[in-house]
């Protein structure tokens, strides 16, 4: 059966991006006029995948922020087999797609939007939520070039000191403190990400970047990164600033605000409250079905373990080869070898499932169990 061609009052057109359980698609509200971005998710697969709990909780976390530089929720609307959750429309694309056209951005531009992404991430914190995802792929631009934070599939919601526990993010800008597999503040975590972002905008490739996944958390933990010449002495300052190791000396965004680099030119934009009430039972409502229940019964019939194989080949942004050395082609049985301790595999299977939205819990015997981030 083919795609619907209208959801309520929305007619749908093209596709503009697409992912393993979703593809988002352009849409027209018929009210009036209006572009949409309509994310369409696959419910069955999100069922038979346990993450139902990281849909509704990106949902939830999407209606509490209303801020100029946050992409807008505007409802959510469920069938028996997909749920449609209608945002606002960004048509400038991603963050990465200018940073590949450009090799470094200018400073005026570079501190406007660095600007706009902190005033995000600090409405995000007032309320309570943690990205823990910030990337260029994830920030996206308007048609006049403002920043809007998008895609909240990893984000916390927490009380302010409340510590956070999951391991997830995007190897390079992940913060080190989220590699000691301790407890960590998510706010001193998406602040690390915004140290990283702004020194790729500056210098036009990530300061932390090896294809070897150990080398580069060493890198990440001990933050070794090298400025290149262009770079002001002010730049150099605040962005030595942000990208301390130690979360308890990191610059906090207050900080960051009265810097004086970041201050040129700085107009703050504000959260504003949202006059279109959109009630948090729509989110539980798009899941009430028939086929959830019947799909619940064979994810808590299936195993939550999942072989390093098997996280590698979900894992697209992430250049394995050559991780593990051998295996046994003895029937229904597979051994897998590697060149590196317990610890460190286990850490590589921990970045791959970062990729793929899963944290990894340690278990007896070296086993691995994974499950959606929360």
């Known amino acids: 059966m083919g795609l619907a061609t209208t959801i309520g009052k929305y007619q749908l057109g093209r596709t ?11 849409a027209v509200d018929t009210t009036n006029g209006h572009h949409v971005a309509i994310k369409i998710i696959d419910k069955t697969m999100v069922m038979e995948s346990n993450l139902k709990y990281q849909v509704q909780r990106e949902i939830r976390t999407m209606k509490l922020l209303n801020h100029p530089h946050v992409v807008k929720i505007h409802e959510v609307i469920g069938s028996k087999t997909k749920i449609y959750i209608i945002m606002e429309y960004v048509s400038g694309g991603q963050l990465s797609d200018k940073l590949s056209y450009s090799i470094k951005l200018c400073d005026p531009e570079a501190r406007k939007l660095f600007q706009q992404l902190i005033d ?9 939520v943690y990205h823990r995802d910030l990337k ?10 403002n920043l809007k934070v998008s895609d909240f599939g990893l984000s916390a919601l927490r009380k302010p000191g409340d ?5 997830c993010g995007s190897p390079c800008y992940v913060a080190p403190e989220l ?8 706010a001193a975590a998406d602040i690390w990400s915004c140290g990283v972002i702004l020194f790729e905008l ?3 490739y990530l300061p932390f970047d090896d294809r070897n996944l150990v080398v580069l958390y060493k890198k990440i933990s001990g933050a070794q990164y090298t400025c290149p010449p262009w770079f002001t002495e002010s730049q150099r300052k605040l962005i030595g600033r942000i990208l301390n190791p130690n979360p308890k000396r990191r610059i906090t965004i207050p900080e960051i605000i009265e810097d004086a680099w970041f201050q040129t030119d700085y107009v703050p934009s504000c959260g504003y409250e949202c006059d279109d009430k959109i009630y948090l039972n729509d989110v539980t409502a798009a899941f009430d079905t028939v086929e959830e229940h019947d799909a619940e019964m064979k994810t808590h019939k299936s195993s939550n373990f999942i072989n390093a194989f098997q996280l590698i080949a979900m894992s697209h942004d992430l250049d394995l080869s050559g991780l593990f050395e051998g295996q046994d082609d003895k029937k229904q049985r597979t051994r897998i070898g590697s060149k590196h301790t317990i610890d460190e595999t286990i850490k590589k299977i921990e970045a791959a499932a970062m990729d793929v939205s899963l944290s990894v819990e340690r278990m007896k015997n070296f086993k691995v169990q994974t499950c959606s981030c929360s």
């Not at 995000?120 to 309570?128: I, L, Q």
């Not at 510590?163 to 391991?167: E, G, P």
């Open 163 to 167: 510590m956070l526990t999951t391991a």
């Open 136 to 145: 260029p792929e994830n920030l996206l631009l308007d048609s006049k070039g």
């Open 202 to 204: 500056f210098a036009g």
């Open 120 to 128: 995000a991430v600090d409405h995000c914190h007032s309320k309570g």
């Open 16 to 26: 503009i991006g697409e992912g393993t359980f979703a593809k988002v698609k352009l």
């Open 179 to 186: 590699l000691a597999n301790k407890g960590y503040h998510g």
